[in-house]
């Protein structure tokens, strides 16, 4: 399904083509400011990282976004211990208001070993991406927000709607800090129209509005069977394994086809969207030949329509050291995905109680529940999505895909209840070579520059001057 982009942008001709020379010659400034940030090791979790370099960080971006035209922008520090950016910049009377949202905190390296270049250090392949962490999570969507601001400056001497910004510092550990700021200071994030620039394209160079964001929870749990491990040519085969239980409970996640079988969690919905090719799929996850896609319908489905359960942690003796012995103690974290539509606090109350159900040999299970974000599901029926749609298929070439994320992003769903009529439109700069979250991150520097324009073209179509 494609975006209709029969609106026509109400812009002449040469100030399109005004708008795209200026994003493209601010493209090596982009680029600069890119390696900039990338060096920064922002991860929000001061267990792995010092707080010191999420607050560099954070000065670095409100350094940028004054210079490209938000004088007032500055750091509050929040509830988590991260620090959001905000800023405001007035536009012309009359003017609507945009807000721009980004985060400048990454996911941890995880094995910095399988990183073919140092993580925090932007390099480009042989391939022409450039590799880093953060740079297409989301800091490579940092800087094309201060491209659109500079070009927009450039061609009209002044931003042609009011802008707000928002950089967020602890997205990727669950941003607590930023829905509590946004609890106490809506404020800051009152617009007309909201891009969330935390996104990206079926592919590179194929123009695509996320449209379907799935909801998050996670659950952990812990099996105890005895309190130290025990020997295993003594007591194995008759002690608990509390190890191999948990196995047990969750082998119960799936059935044979992979579908997700949590009694209570509904797991076969179709998506009725743009497909996403299995032949695709295959080389976006680089599943080893032979490797299975899981369960039936399409990837869209599983990827975009439907629930799933990852584990996404395990407590257990590494195999490096490991002894012969029975273990007594093991855990796990999972991380549930709910499409929109599913209330995700009732999901997750299911989860727990197919677990506890699931849990063999008289092992004693505390099962513990974390914090949950609804789906999201955008209204493309607008006069914003018309005009975005044009914006984007103007600045790829290419016509406009509407598609969906298997992420969550619980800012938009927030967002959505305290300004219900606010335009709030996702995608960005990411694509499925990217490998955000894993190591050897990466973007397509191209798809900065073309992503910037689309952004640009909306702002100066949004103008109520006729620019």
Not at 93 to 112: C, I, K, M, N, R
Not at 360 to 389: C, H, M, N, R, S
Request: aromatic share 6%.
């Amino acid at each position: 399904m494609t975006a209709a982009a029969s609106t026509p942008l109400p812009l002449t001709a040469e100030l399109i083509d005004r708008l795209r020379d200026a994003v493209q010659a601010e493209q090596p400034r982009a680029l600069a400011d890119l390696a900039e940030l990338v060096a920064f090791p922002s991860v929000a979790d001061p267990a792995q990282f010092d707080w010191s370099h999420s607050r560099a960080a954070a000065e670095w971006v409100v350094a940028a976004f004054r210079d490209a035209g938000v004088p007032d922008a500055h750091t509050v520090d929040t509830v988590d211990g991260s620090q959001t950016v905000v800023g405001w910049a007035p536009g012309p009377e009359g003017a609507p208001t945009v807000l721009l949202y980004s985060h400048y905190d990454v996911q941890p390296p995880l094995d910095e070993s399988a990183w073919r270049t140092p993580p925090f250090e932007l390099t480009t392949g042989d391939d022409g991406r450039l590799y880093g962490r953060g740079a297409a999570d989301c800091k490579g969507n940092v800087v094309a927000h201060l491209a659109v601001l500079r070009a927009l400056r450039q061609v009209f001497g002044e931003l042609p709607v009011g802008v707000r910004i928002i950089v967020e510092g602890s997205e990727e550990q669950g941003g607590a800090g930023l829905a509590d700021h946004l609890a106490r200071h809506p404020e800051d994030f009152a617009a007309d129209t909201i891009i969330i620039l935390d996104s990206g394209n079926v592919g590179v160079g194929q123009p695509t509005l996320t449209v379907s964001l799935r909801g998050v929870a996670d659950v952990q749990i812990t099996l105890d069977t005895f309190p130290t491990p025990l020997h295993s040519g003594q007591f194995g085969g008759a002690a608990p394994d509390a190890l191999q239980a948990l196995i047990r409970v969750l082998d119960t996640l799936r059935d044979e086809h992979g579908d997700l079988s949590v009694a209570g969690i509904e797991a076969h919905q179709r998506w009725q969207g743009a497909d996403y090719d299995e032949a695709q799929f295959r080389i976006d996850a680089e599943l080893d030949e032979g490797a299975q896609v899981l369960g039936t319908g399409s990837v869209a489905d599983q990827l975009w329509a439907r629930p799933t359960v990852t584990v996404i942690g395990i407590d257990a003796p590494a195999v490096v050291g490991s002894s012969a012995a029975v273990q007594g103690h093991a855990a796990a974290r999972l991380n549930l995905r709910v499409p929109p539509g599913m209330a995700a606090e009732q999901a997750q109350q299911a989860l727990v109680e197919h677990l506890r159900a699931a849990v063999p040999w008289g092992a004693k299970a505390q099962i513990t529940v974390g914090g949950t974000g609804e789906g999201f599901a955008a209204d493309v029926t607008t006069p914003v999505y018309a005009l975005l749609g044009a914006a984007m298929t103007t600045a790829f070439g290419a016509p406009v895909t509407f598609a969906g994320s298997g992420g969550a992003i619980p800012l938009t769903n927030a967002l959505h209840e305290r300004f219900p009529d606010a335009q709030i439109a996702l995608f960005g700069v990411e694509d499925p070579a990217a490998a955000i979250h894993a190591p050897n991150e990466s973007v397509d520097p191209s798809e900065i520059e073309h992503i910037a324009l689309a952004e640009a073209l909306l702002l100066a179509a949004l103008s109520p001057s006729g620019h």
